[in-house]
């Protein structure tokens, strides 16, 4: 069974450029979430999705960053424009129950952004 | 706000060497708490958790208590490998929560 895919793994781009993060979770799981880990600190919520909705966004930090999951499929995460404080490690995460406090969360290997 | 604090590494030990990963907590009402394990090259995965006061959550020899008079949740291996180098993250959910709320991470390097 294929585990949560991200693409692309690394992506280096100069500041105010736009990037695009994609995330294809584990067939059958309606929950799919996006953490970011910026300079090594810790790993910080940023949207879930259950199926095509946005179930809890509050971890977005601002409207540079546009999440969507159309068809209830794979997900991409844009950057627009990206600013240097964007730097860091993107997972993503799919789930098949709605409440995270199973801790059954299956995380794909990452997207690092780099914004120089 | 809820939030996790555990140990900065790098830490670094012998193989055998016995570990242990300190991770506190702060939260209201009565969190699940979660130890992951980040192997290179790897996604996140869980290893162990425990869902209520006193619970001991175990897995690979690993084992952490959940401790609610101290709000703490130390990570345990008696004997370690080299196998077991990884960065290790702390974290808490509540019930019926989106999130999980991680700490900054532990990288552990063992030396064979």
């Known amino acids: 069974e294929a585990g949560v895919t991200q693409f692309p793994s690394h992506s280096v781009i100069e500041k105010g450029q736009t990037v695009t993060l994609r995330c294809d979770p584990i067939s059958g799981h309606d929950n799919l979430y996006w953490y970011r880990r910026v300079m090594g600190k810790e790993i910080k919520f940023l949207l879930h999705f259950v199926k095509e909705s946005k179930q809890d966004e509050s971890g977005m930090p601002n409207n540079r960053f546009l999440a969507e999951r159309t068809g209830g499929t794979y997900s991409t995460l844009k950057v627009q424009p990206a600013e240097l404080e964007d730097s860091g490690v993107y997972f993503c995460?799919?789930?098949?129950?709605?409440?995270?406090?199973?801790?059954?969360?299956?995380f794909g290997e990452g997207s690092r952004l780099t914004v120089l | 706000g809820d939030s996790v604090t555990q140990m900065e590494g790098p830490v670094t030990l012998s193989e055998e060497a016995f570990l242990t990963i300190n991770c506190t907590y702060t939260a209201t009402g009565y969190p699940s708490l979660f130890w992951y394990v980040q192997y290179p090259g790897e996604g996140l995965q869980l290893l162990l958790k425990a869902t209520k006061a006193d619970d001991k959550g175990s897995n690979k020899g690993f084992e952490a208590t959940y401790r609610k008079e101290t709000t703490s949740f130390h990570l345990e291996k008696g004997s370690v490998q080299v196998s077991d180098s990884a960065v290790y993250f702390c974290a808490l959910s509540k019930s019926s929560a989106s999130k999980i709320i991680f700490g900054s991470g532990t990288r552990l390097s063992i030396r064979p």
């Open positions: 995460a799919s789930s098949q129950r709605r409440d995270a406090n199973t801790g059954e969360l299956f």
